[in-house]
């Protein structure tokens, strides 16, 4: 199969080494960064990363054998309405650590709207911003993708807003990380509704699974489509990763948890799925 594995190191511990070193135990070569903390600091999120951060990061990944798959930025987790200018911050430091860290995919969101039937004008802003993200990321670093991933309460909750992002904007570099969990929470069926209509734009996978909203399990045991997506997927060779992002402890509005044991069960619930694509 063509994917190479990754994983939201972040779910395992706050602690950057031991999150590099559960991965290298559980045979994943990639992460994905969102939080981390070094020894003798404190947390922070990857957009917050020093230059003195990203220099013991990048230590950190040589000495662990370890490739920075993405940086899972918190960006777009902002309410349309308000000022651009602070979230556009954040992603300039998240940008600053994707090129220190030489990563591929930088991932973000696409603004909080206002619950019920999104308005023209905060549609036309929420597609600014993430145009404004993609322009500065093309100019910066000409080789990073900037993917949006799907979620609730988000202006790409459902299909046909994110058939929007993707189609109004048209940007080489904007593509999608699909998380067909974050689709079940929204209510939407990941294969039969969301599948066709978004697979050219893929351009990786966060793994996790949900029966619906706050019923978060492991991946191919809910309602995810997982063994459909994955078959599909590896027959059309569609996504470079699979990014395990499990939330079995907890799954917060910013960030979800696991802790090493259930990272294990989470890890070994997609190698059986993988398996059974034969």
Not at 108 to 119: A, D, K, R
Request: net charge negative.
């Amino acid at each position: 199969m063509h994917w190479e594995l990754s994983g939201l190191g972040d779910e395992i511990t706050e602690m950057f080494v031991e999150q590099l070193a559960v991965l290298n135990e559980l045979e994943i070569p990639n992460v994905e960064i969102r939080r981390f903390r070094l020894e003798g600091g404190e947390q922070k999120v990857i957009d917050e990363a020093t230059e003195a951060d990203l220099e013991g990061m990048a230590a950190a990944l040589r000495t662990a054998g370890i490739g920075c798959a993405g940086i899972a930025s918190p960006v777009g987790k902002y309410p349309v309405g308000e000022p651009f200018e602070p979230d556009l911050e954040r992603f300039r430091g998240a940008l600053r650590a994707a090129k220190y860290l030489r990563s591929p995919y930088l991932r973000v969101f696409s603004s909080y709207v206002p619950e019920g039937p999104v308005s023209a004008e905060h549609r036309e802003e929420a597609l600014k911003r993430l145009r404004v993200i993609a322009e500065l990321a093309a100019r910066e670093m000409p080789e990073l993708i900037v993917v949006v991933e799907n979620e609730s309460e988000l202006y790409g909750e459902g299909v046909a807003a994110c058939v929007d992002i993707f189609e109004s904007l048209d940007m080489p570099n904007l593509k999608m990380v699909y998380d067909a969990c974050n689709f079940v929470v929204a209510g939407v069926d990941p294969y039969d509704e969301a599948w066709e209509a978004l697979k050219g734009w893929i351009a990786y996978f966060h793994i996790k699974d949900a029966l619906g909203p706050g019923q978060i399990v492991l991946a191919g045991t809910g309602k995810a489509c997982w063994p459909e997506l994955l078959r599909a997927a590896r027959d059309e060779r569609i996504g470079s990763h699979l990014t395990l992002e499990p939330h079995l402890a907890l799954a917060g509005r910013s960030f979800g948890d696991t802790g090493p044991e259930l990272y294990g069960d989470a890890k070994r619930a997609l190698d059986g799925l993988l398996a059974d694509l034969g």
